[in-house]
């Protein structure tokens, strides 16, 4: 028995896992610098809590046959339609914090359903596009995995969450391109899509989501809805090459930049480690994806492709997003840094995926 577990251990993809686990280690190292200002560090050590069951997840589900998944015709819709639930009880036993309901207060503990739906979803969209290959330009599957999508973009966007709802639709366009949509059909959508933003525009988004596009293309408030991106492009400025040093950077120790935890760690760390540490993480993303895609060309199946190269574009559109925010080239819409950013919910679920990656990979 012994044998079978070292003989398993050893088809794992080690490289993959020790960038995930650098890239962990970074927003640790970030994490417990940004924690010394108020002298609290009981995110710091949630964090490295939630990092122990990431790890034990992984590893356990890198022993998990992945094949449940693509062959279990109930297994997969249970699990969306409980993430469902979940999305919807946040309207009714979530407290709201900063003015969106995201999360479930269990005692210290904050639970976030929507990291976890994300996988889910690239399971379920994995599971209907490689059973509806050949049948892809059919614009009824279009429409139906576009319904799986809507019902939990929909509820997350009214919390109101702009940015997550806008990883789900970049999600599930990325694998419809993949899976082989018509050229004609993805224009179509994106005209829909531009109808949609101008009718949202006008009726559905909160002034401050206005304001913050706004200010995006027309900054006129650097103290106020300017002023998060703004300070992000100091504390990214004065890092210059090497960094102001460990525990040295003045944006995040003296508080002026703000959500270094979260939304705006890719600038602290910049800050503090500069561009070298921005730089050697931007690498360590860039190895772990290459790792995951080759997983995906050398799957034997359509599922297992489609789940890897669909997990690659949910990584691609949160770091693209999180990273453009830090730089001032995106409008600030709430994205973490997905395996660096404070946050148990999004680190066990990309940890979840990186194990039914590593299942394919030693099945």
Same mark, same amino acid.
């Given at each position: 028995m012994l044998n079978v577990y070292v003989f398993h251990l050893k088809k794992l993809d080690w490289v993959l896992i020790i960038c995930a686990f650098l890239l962990v280690g970074f927003g640790l190292l970030s994490l417990y610098s940004s924690s010394l200002r108020r002298g609290d560090f009981l995110n710091f050590k949630k964090q490295l809590i939630f990092f122990a069951i990431s790890i034990f997840l992984l590893f356990f589900l890198s022993f998990f046959d992945w094949r449940i998944l693509k062959e279990d015709p109930y297994l997969v819709l249970i699990l969306y339609f409980f993430s469902l639930l979940g999305l919807v009880g946040l309207y009714f036993f979530s407290f709201k914090i900063r003015g969106v309901r995201t999360w479930y207060k269990l005692g210290p503990i904050s639970v976030d359903p929507i990291e976890f739906m994300k996988i889910i979803l690239i399971v379920l969209l994995a599971k209907y596009f490689s059973k509806r290959h050949v049948e892809i330009y059919q614009l009824t599957h279009i429409f139906i995995s576009g319904l799986y999508v809507f019902l939990p973009a929909f509820l997350i966007f009214f919390q109101p969450n702009l940015g997550s709802a806008l990883i789900l639709i970049l999600l599930w366009l990325?694998?419809? %391109?993949?899976?082989?949509?018509? =050229?004609?059909h993805f224009f179509l959508l994106?005209?829909?899509?531009?109808? @949609?933003? %101008?009718?949202?525009?006008?009726? =559905?988004?909160?002034?401050?989501?206005?304001?913050?596009?706004?200010?995006? @293309?027309i900054p006129y408030d650097p103290l106020g809805v300017n002023w998060n991106q703004n300070q992000a492009k100091i504390a990214i400025g004065s890092g210059g090459i090497f960094g102001r040093g460990f525990k040295k950077g003045s944006q995040t120790q003296y508080g002026f930049l703000p959500e270094p935890q979260t939304d705006f760690i890719f600038a602290a760390i910049a800050e503090e480690f500069g561009l070298a540490g921005g730089g050697f993480l931007l690498f360590l993303f860039g190895v772990l994806l290459w790792r995951i895609m080759k997983i995906a060309l050398s799957a034997q199946n359509n599922f297992s492709r489609l789940f890897a190269t669909g997990f690659a574009i949910y990584l691609i559109s949160q770091i693209f997003i999180n990273i453009g925010m830090n730089l001032g080239l995106l409008p600030i819409v709430g994205i973490s840094l997905p395996l660096?950013?404070?946050?148990?919910?999004?680190?066990?679920?990309?940890f979840i995926g990186l194990g039914i990656l590593e299942s394919i990979k030693t099945h």
């Open positions: 990325g694998i419809l %391109i993949v899976s082989g949509i018509k =050229l004609r994106c005209l829909f899509g531009l109808l @949609f933003f %101008i009718f949202a525009w006008f009726f =559905l988004l909160k002034d401050y989501q206005k304001a913050r596009v706004i200010s995006f @293309f660096v950013s404070y946050g148990g919910s999004s680190l066990i679920a990309t």
